[in-house]
Protein backbone atom coordinates (compact mmCIF):
# COMPACT_ATOMS: atom_id res chain seq x y z
CA UNK A 1 0.00 0.00 0.00
CA UNK A 2 1.29 3.52 -1.15
CA UNK A 3 1.94 5.72 2.29
CA UNK A 4 -0.61 9.03 2.22
CA UNK A 5 1.44 12.23 2.30
CA UNK A 6 0.18 14.34 5.15
CA UNK A 7 1.39 17.67 6.04
CA UNK A 8 0.61 19.64 9.17
CA UNK A 9 1.56 23.11 9.66
CA UNK A 10 2.27 26.20 11.39
CA UNK A 11 2.59 26.09 15.44
CA UNK A 12 5.42 24.90 16.55
CA UNK A 13 6.28 25.72 20.19
CA UNK A 14 7.28 24.96 23.86
CA UNK A 15 4.52 24.57 26.87
CA UNK A 16 6.22 25.55 29.91
CA UNK A 17 4.86 23.95 32.84
CA UNK A 18 4.55 26.65 35.63
CA UNK A 19 6.46 25.92 39.07
CA UNK A 20 8.08 22.60 38.01
CA UNK A 21 11.11 21.30 36.00
CA UNK A 22 8.84 20.49 33.10
CA UNK A 23 9.28 21.54 29.05
CA UNK A 24 7.09 19.90 26.45
CA UNK A 25 7.44 20.75 23.03
CA UNK A 26 3.72 21.43 21.49
CA UNK A 27 1.76 22.85 19.48
CA UNK A 28 -1.29 22.06 16.99
CA UNK A 29 0.67 21.08 14.44
CA UNK A 30 3.41 19.68 16.37
CA UNK A 31 0.97 17.89 18.35
CA UNK A 32 -0.90 16.32 15.82
CA UNK A 33 2.29 15.21 13.52
CA UNK A 34 3.57 13.35 16.67
CA UNK A 35 0.61 11.18 17.06
CA UNK A 36 0.12 10.74 13.07
CA UNK A 37 3.52 9.32 12.64
CA UNK A 38 2.38 6.38 15.00
CA UNK A 39 0.62 5.44 11.82
CA UNK A 40 2.63 2.98 9.57
CA UNK A 41 0.86 3.76 6.52
CA UNK A 42 1.07 7.63 6.92
CA UNK A 43 4.45 10.05 5.81
CA UNK A 44 4.50 13.04 7.82
CA UNK A 45 5.88 16.36 7.15
CA UNK A 46 5.63 19.07 9.95
CA UNK A 47 5.73 22.45 8.15
CA UNK A 48 6.75 25.68 10.55
CA UNK A 49 9.51 27.89 11.77
CA UNK A 50 11.12 28.17 14.91
CA UNK A 51 13.64 30.38 16.42
CA UNK A 52 17.18 29.70 17.13
CA UNK A 53 17.07 28.97 20.95
CA UNK A 54 17.15 26.23 23.67
CA UNK A 55 12.98 25.89 22.74
CA UNK A 56 13.65 24.92 19.25
CA UNK A 57 15.94 22.28 20.38
CA UNK A 58 13.93 20.92 23.32
CA UNK A 59 10.91 20.61 19.87
CA UNK A 60 13.85 18.91 17.61
CA UNK A 61 14.85 16.93 20.48
CA UNK A 62 11.57 15.91 21.51
CA UNK A 63 10.66 14.43 18.08
CA UNK A 64 13.84 12.72 17.53
CA UNK A 65 13.68 9.61 16.15
CA UNK A 66 9.94 9.66 15.46
CA UNK A 67 8.82 9.12 12.17
CA UNK A 68 8.29 12.69 10.91
CA UNK A 69 10.28 15.00 8.03
CA UNK A 70 11.22 17.62 9.26
CA UNK A 71 13.00 19.56 6.62
CA UNK A 72 10.87 22.04 6.25
CA UNK A 73 10.92 23.74 9.35
CA UNK A 74 12.40 26.94 8.84
CA UNK A 75 14.78 28.70 11.27
CA UNK A 76 13.83 32.58 11.95
CA UNK A 77 16.48 33.92 14.29
CA UNK A 78 14.51 37.52 14.60
CA UNK A 79 12.57 36.07 16.86
CA UNK A 80 12.08 33.37 20.01
CA UNK A 81 10.77 29.62 19.52
CA UNK A 82 7.00 30.15 20.44
CA UNK A 83 6.48 29.48 24.00
CA UNK A 84 3.68 29.35 26.55
CA UNK A 85 3.38 29.16 30.01
CA UNK A 86 0.82 26.78 31.16
CA UNK A 87 -0.45 26.96 34.66
CA UNK A 88 -2.34 23.64 35.65
CA UNK A 89 -5.06 23.53 38.48
CA UNK A 90 -5.54 20.67 41.81
CA UNK A 91 -8.22 18.72 38.25
CA UNK A 92 -5.19 18.88 35.15
CA UNK A 93 -7.04 21.25 33.73
CA UNK A 94 -4.67 23.89 31.93
CA UNK A 95 -4.93 27.50 31.88
CA UNK A 96 -3.48 30.23 31.09
CA UNK A 97 -2.53 34.49 32.53
CA UNK A 98 -2.65 37.56 30.11
CA UNK A 99 1.14 37.20 29.71
CA UNK A 100 1.54 33.30 29.14
CA UNK A 101 2.05 33.61 25.40
CA UNK A 102 4.82 34.59 23.44
CA UNK A 103 4.25 33.53 19.43
CA UNK A 104 5.42 36.50 17.62
CA UNK A 105 7.13 34.40 15.29
CA UNK A 106 4.14 32.55 13.95
CA UNK A 107 2.09 35.75 13.54
CA UNK A 108 2.95 36.33 9.61
CA UNK A 109 3.64 33.52 8.15
CA UNK A 110 3.44 33.71 4.40
CA UNK A 111 4.27 29.74 2.38
CA UNK A 112 7.07 30.22 0.09
CA UNK A 113 6.86 28.48 -3.39
CA UNK A 114 8.55 25.31 -2.15
CA UNK A 115 5.82 24.89 0.86
CA UNK A 116 3.08 25.39 -1.68
CA UNK A 117 4.54 23.16 -4.09
CA UNK A 118 4.40 20.55 -0.78
CA UNK A 119 0.94 21.22 0.58
CA UNK A 120 -0.18 21.14 -2.73
CA UNK A 121 1.39 17.55 -3.58
CA UNK A 122 -0.04 16.11 -0.14
CA UNK A 123 -2.90 13.77 0.53
CA UNK A 124 -3.78 15.74 3.63
CA UNK A 125 -3.24 19.03 5.18
CA UNK A 126 -4.01 20.02 9.08
CA UNK A 127 -3.86 23.50 9.91
CA UNK A 128 -5.13 25.78 12.54
CA UNK A 129 -7.83 28.11 11.58
CA UNK A 130 -6.29 31.19 13.25
CA UNK A 131 -3.02 30.44 11.39
CA UNK A 132 -1.64 33.08 9.36
CA UNK A 133 -1.37 31.25 6.01
CA UNK A 134 -4.41 29.80 6.43
CA UNK A 135 -6.39 31.21 3.58
CA UNK A 136 -3.37 30.35 1.56
CA UNK A 137 -3.93 26.43 2.81
CA UNK A 138 -7.69 27.12 1.14
CA UNK A 139 -6.77 28.81 -2.13
CA UNK A 140 -4.15 25.93 -2.16
CA UNK A 141 -7.02 23.02 -1.45
CA UNK A 142 -9.35 24.83 -4.06
CA UNK A 143 -6.34 24.19 -6.86
CA UNK A 144 -5.39 20.67 -5.83
CA UNK A 145 -8.10 19.27 -3.86
CA UNK A 146 -6.33 17.46 -1.21
CA UNK A 147 -7.99 16.19 1.92
CA UNK A 148 -8.32 19.63 4.10
CA UNK A 149 -8.44 18.87 7.96
CA UNK A 150 -9.23 22.27 9.61
CA UNK A 151 -8.85 22.90 13.92
CA UNK A 152 -11.72 25.55 14.19
CA UNK A 153 -11.09 25.31 17.81
CA UNK A 154 -13.95 27.45 19.63
CA UNK A 155 -15.01 29.19 16.86
CA UNK A 156 -19.02 29.84 16.96
CA UNK A 157 -19.88 32.46 13.96
CA UNK A 158 -21.68 30.80 11.56
CA UNK A 159 -20.80 32.63 8.57
CA UNK A 160 -17.13 32.00 8.74
CA UNK A 161 -18.53 27.81 9.46
CA UNK A 162 -20.20 28.29 6.10
CA UNK A 163 -17.38 30.29 4.29
CA UNK A 164 -15.34 27.39 4.45
CA UNK A 165 -17.60 24.51 4.69
CA UNK A 166 -17.28 24.06 0.70
CA UNK A 167 -13.29 23.36 1.30
CA UNK A 168 -13.17 21.41 4.48
CA UNK A 169 -12.77 17.67 4.55
CA UNK A 170 -12.61 17.50 8.32
CA UNK A 171 -14.54 20.25 10.03
CA UNK A 172 -13.47 19.97 13.74
CA UNK A 173 -14.50 22.43 16.91
CA UNK A 174 -14.48 21.85 20.42
CA UNK A 175 -17.11 21.65 22.85
CA UNK A 176 -20.89 22.80 21.57
CA UNK A 177 -23.51 20.98 21.83
CA UNK A 178 -25.79 23.85 20.33
CA UNK A 179 -23.95 23.65 17.15
CA UNK A 180 -25.44 20.06 16.79
CA UNK A 181 -28.48 21.31 14.47
CA UNK A 182 -25.86 23.51 12.65
CA UNK A 183 -23.69 21.17 12.04
CA UNK A 184 -25.97 18.98 10.64
CA UNK A 185 -27.41 21.35 8.09
CA UNK A 186 -23.85 21.87 7.16
CA UNK A 187 -23.33 18.04 6.81
CA UNK A 188 -26.71 17.36 4.49
CA UNK A 189 -24.98 20.38 2.37
CA UNK A 190 -21.73 19.40 2.01
CA UNK A 191 -18.83 16.46 1.95
CA UNK A 192 -16.65 15.54 4.40
CA UNK A 193 -16.99 14.90 8.48
CA UNK A 194 -18.50 17.52 10.53
CA UNK A 195 -17.09 17.41 14.30
CA UNK A 196 -17.32 18.08 17.72
CA UNK A 197 -15.64 17.23 20.57
CA UNK A 198 -17.27 17.11 24.29
CA UNK A 199 -14.32 16.75 26.61
CA UNK A 200 -15.35 13.82 29.34
CA UNK A 201 -19.10 13.77 26.64
CA UNK A 202 -16.88 12.46 24.31
CA UNK A 203 -17.49 13.72 20.28
CA UNK A 204 -20.16 13.81 17.75
CA UNK A 205 -19.75 14.03 14.00
CA UNK A 206 -22.21 14.49 11.37
CA UNK A 207 -21.83 13.26 8.22
CA UNK A 208 -24.21 13.41 4.80
CA UNK A 209 -26.91 14.22 7.48
CA UNK A 210 -26.44 11.34 9.61
CA UNK A 211 -25.22 11.72 13.14
CA UNK A 212 -22.30 9.64 14.92
CA UNK A 213 -21.55 9.59 18.90
CA UNK A 214 -18.74 8.36 20.59
CA UNK A 215 -18.36 8.23 24.49
CA UNK A 216 -14.56 9.86 25.95
CA UNK A 217 -12.87 7.08 27.08
CA UNK A 218 -12.46 7.07 30.82
CA UNK A 219 -9.13 7.26 32.57
CA UNK A 220 -7.68 7.13 36.22
CA UNK A 221 -6.24 10.17 36.46
CA UNK A 222 -6.33 13.31 34.44
CA UNK A 223 -2.77 14.50 34.77
CA UNK A 224 -3.09 17.47 32.20
CA UNK A 225 -5.61 18.20 29.58
CA UNK A 226 -2.69 20.04 27.22
CA UNK A 227 -2.73 18.48 23.38
CA UNK A 228 -5.64 16.25 24.00
CA UNK A 229 -7.99 17.94 21.29
CA UNK A 230 -4.97 17.66 18.82
CA UNK A 231 -4.66 13.96 19.32
CA UNK A 232 -7.59 13.04 19.05
CA UNK A 233 -7.74 15.15 15.74
CA UNK A 234 -4.68 13.07 14.60
CA UNK A 235 -6.26 9.70 15.27
CA UNK A 236 -9.95 10.76 13.45
CA UNK A 237 -7.92 11.91 10.56
CA UNK A 238 -5.50 9.41 10.04
CA UNK A 239 -8.02 6.40 10.83
CA UNK A 240 -10.63 7.55 8.33
CA UNK A 241 -8.29 8.71 5.76
CA UNK A 242 -7.04 5.11 6.24
CA UNK A 243 -9.97 2.72 6.40
CA UNK A 244 -13.23 5.01 5.47
CA UNK A 245 -14.91 4.17 9.14
CA UNK A 246 -16.64 7.07 10.91
CA UNK A 247 -16.88 4.90 14.11
CA UNK A 248 -13.50 3.50 14.09
CA UNK A 249 -11.90 6.78 13.26
CA UNK A 250 -13.68 8.49 16.23
CA UNK A 251 -12.93 5.47 18.29
CA UNK A 252 -8.91 6.16 17.91
CA UNK A 253 -9.49 9.60 18.30
CA UNK A 254 -10.91 8.90 21.78
CA UNK A 255 -8.30 6.61 22.54
CA UNK A 256 -5.03 8.98 21.58
CA UNK A 257 -6.74 11.75 24.00
CA UNK A 258 -7.24 9.23 26.93
CA UNK A 259 -3.45 8.65 26.44
CA UNK A 260 -2.60 12.24 26.08
CA UNK A 261 -5.05 13.01 29.45
CA UNK A 262 -2.78 10.76 31.66
CA UNK A 263 1.05 12.45 30.98
CA UNK A 264 2.16 16.31 31.07
CA UNK A 265 2.56 17.50 27.52
CA UNK A 266 0.44 16.87 24.12
CA UNK A 267 2.86 13.56 23.46
Not at 28 to 41: C, I, M, R, S, V
Not at 118 to 137: G, N, P, T
Request: hydrophobic residues 40%; negative net charge.
Amino acid sequence: MKKLNLVALPCLCVDVFDKTEIIRAGGEALNFAAHAAKYDDISVTLLGVVGKDNYAQAIMSSIDGMKINTEHIRIDESYPTANNRVYLTNDGDRYYKEDSWNGRILDNILLNDTEKELIASADVVFIHYYASCFEQVVELKKAHNFKLAVDFDVIRDKEIMKRYAPYTDFFMISGCEELFEFFEELSELYDGLFNITLAQNGSVTYCKGKKYCVPAIKVDEVVDTTGCGDSYHAGLVCSYMLHNDILKAMSDGSLLAAKTLSHFGGF
